[in-house]
């Protein structure tokens, strides 16, 4: 049967409502290249606006958004690999194209393009460092890299962000990825994600490396009025259906 809203999927089309100030301020971030950091406590929102401000970038011809989401990422090995792997893909036209990426791109790690067994199934790059190590400045570094060879501009976005403090040395990881990024020029990072106390400290503490990184956005509720709007309107469309 049919419901008149959806839970636990990101809301998008029509079923997003209000948030235009902040979607316009991300948008703005992403499109000069300033960094954002993104907090709010869970549900509130920030990954539904996040994807609303990408999607509507997608027409955007020289600009590439790349989202990360660290919800099932335990260590920084996980995470550089997804980095990696990620950029790659947002930065190739076509999935013929991440072999040859990645041996020019990041000389240490080898490619398996895997293909699923089901009839439509995705296609997917698979990384791996055979006996090679992984190097984090390389793979923090690949955003800036890919975007200055392609002339494009590259955002990347990495959702859950609170994540990383259950890698084995967060604040060591985070004063990699700071000196790294702090001067790229053709790619800028939107940080994102709840634990609000953990969070801000990451943010805002003078001794914490990301302190002062970028534009930072408390996310706040979406007003009441807004809602008042929209349930009956979804209530009705729902009618609208049945009759
Ligand atoms: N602008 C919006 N309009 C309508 N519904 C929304 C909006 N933003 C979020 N929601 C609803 O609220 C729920 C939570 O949104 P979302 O997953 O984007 O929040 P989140 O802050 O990323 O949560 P978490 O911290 O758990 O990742 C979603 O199921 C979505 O349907
Ligand atoms: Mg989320």
């Known amino acids: ?8 999927h990101l809301a998008d089309g029509e079923n997003f409502i209000n948030r235009q100030e902040e979607a316009n301020r991300l948008s703005r971030n992403f499109q000069s290249g300033v960094n954002t950091l993104i907090i709010s406590p869970r549900r509130w929102g920030k990954s539904s606006l996040v994807s609303r401000v990408v999607k509507q970038l997608r027409t ?23 980095f990696a792997r990620e950029v790659i893909k947002a930065t190739s036209t076509k999935w013929e194209e991440w072999g040859e ?16 067994n089901q009839p439509g199934a995705e296609v997917e790059l698979e990384l791996s460092w055979a006996d090679k190590k992984i190097n984090p400045l390389e793979i923090y570094d690949l955003p800036e890299v890919i975007a200055k060879k392609k002339k494009l501009k ?7 962000f609170q994540n990383i403090g259950h890698f084995a040395d967060p604040t060591g990881i985070q004063k990699q990825m700071r000196s790294v990024w702090q001067k790229h020029q053709h790619a800028s990072y939107c940080l994102y ?15 914490m490396p990301f302190y002062r990184f970028g534009d930072l956005m408390y996310l706040p509720k979406i007003e009441i009025s807004h809602w008042l709007k929209f349930i009956p309107a979804q209530f009705k469309k729902m009618v609208k259906k049945f009759l």
């Open 60 to 82: 955007n011809s020289n600009l590439r958004v790349v989202t990360i989401d660290l919800f099932s990422v335990r260590s920084e090995q996980q995470f550089l690999s997804l």
């Open 101 to 116: 990426n990645v041996r020019k791109f990041i000389g240490s790690a080898v490619p398996k393009i895997a293909f699923g």
């Open 193 to 207: 994600g709840s634990k609000k106390h953990f969070l801000t400290h990451v943010f805002t503490h003078q001794s």
């Open 154 to 160: 590259v955002v990347i976005c990495i959702d859950e």
């Open 1 to 8: 049967m049919a419901i008149p809203f959806q839970f636990g």
